[in-house]
């Protein structure tokens, strides 16, 4: 395995379970800037990971790369700490944040948690920001969300690229489960991050690494794949979001935890756009099996639990 790259003094990287996303904390600036708080149920640990370095020091800014709830689930909790905290969020989503519509946000169609939050102002692709020291770009990253963001600091050639890429791959391409055609905006971040040919690259989940071509290459094989197998790229998403509320509530009875995913709207708009051909019962015990012969859950007696 390959050593983690060096980091400028002054940026530290909270690197999460995948419950929550990685966490960016700039404190060599006039003002302390973090990217991206993690899930609501890691609240806690996110405020005492942020106060660590702090010590006594506001935190001035939060910038959220895009809304799913491992990403901004912890906004609340950092509000509440820092009552002057300026928030800044992608464009596209603000009026469901402000009027406040979890079912336009997906948390509720996803099952997922994410306390309520405020906002301060969209932070716009085109534009720059400081991040502690140094000047970042805002780049559009379509694809995994369509209102996503990437940060790029051009001197030392870092980027925070939140799901659009990781070691190896991306995160699940939510539009196409929803009917709209998105694989081909994956492929436009994939070339702008080609463009922009970073150094180091800090994910949304997983270690910081450094940049190669084969880095790009390995994404673009498995976009190819599901292109070419769009009910793989679902199947993939589906246990995806099984084994997330499994990260959540660690263990449950079989027959609870299937009855909730039928029961999760998002689900079923999975299984009736892709796996018609199911009785959703079955779709879901057919997940689950996968996941324990995958070993990231395991059945013991009635129970699913995490592995």
């Excluded at 799901?163 to 539009?175: C, I, R, S, T």
Aim: hydrophobic share 40%; net charge negative; aromatic share 10%.
């Amino acid at each position: 395995m390959t050593a983690t790259p060096d980091l400028p003094d002054g940026l530290h990287v909270f690197e999460r379970g995948w419950l929550s996303a990685n966490n960016i904390l700039f404190v060599d600036g006039g003002k302390t800037v973090l990217v991206d708080s993690g899930y609501c149920t890691h609240s806690a640990q996110t405020l005492r990971l942020v106060e660590g370095i702090l010590d006594k020091r506001p935190l001035d800014f939060l910038v959220n790369t895009h809304l799913h709830s491992d990403h901004c689930g912890g906004n609340a909790a950092l509000q509440s700490r820092y009552p002057d905290l300026e928030t800044l969020i992608p464009p596209g989503q603000a009026s469901h944040v402000a009027q406040w519509d979890p079912i336009a946000l997906t948390y509720i169609p996803t099952g997922q948690l994410c306390p309520q939050f405020k906002f301060s102002q969209t932070l716009q692709p085109g534009t720059q920001m400081r991040f502690g020291a140094s000047v970042w770009q805002v780049h559009a990253a379509a694809g995994h969300d369509p209102h996503s963001l990437v940060f790029f600091e051009p001197a030392a050639k870092i980027l925070i690229s939140a799901d659009a890429l990781w070691e190896n791959g991306f995160g699940v391409v939510f539009p196409e489960l929803e009917g709209i055609n998105a694989f081909s905006e994956v492929t436009a971040t994939l070339d702008l991050i080609e463009q922009l040919d970073p150094k180091t690259v800090i994910p949304g989940h997983g270690r910081v690494f450094a940049y190669t071509p084969d880095v790009l290459a390995r994404a673009r094989l498995r976009l190819e794949s599901f292109v070419k197998n769009p009910r793989k790229h679902a199947r993939h998403a589906a246990k995806v979001l099984l084994k997330f509320k499994l990260l959540e509530i660690q263990r449950q009875p079989l027959d609870e935890f299937t009855q909730w995913a039928i029961a999760t709207p998002y689900f079923s708009q999975v299984r009736e756009r892709f796996f018609n051909d199911v009785p959703a019962h079955q779709w879901i015990e057919q997940l689950c099996a996968e996941l324990f012969t995958a070993g990231v859950a395991s059945r013991e007696d009635h129970y699913i639990q995490n592995a």
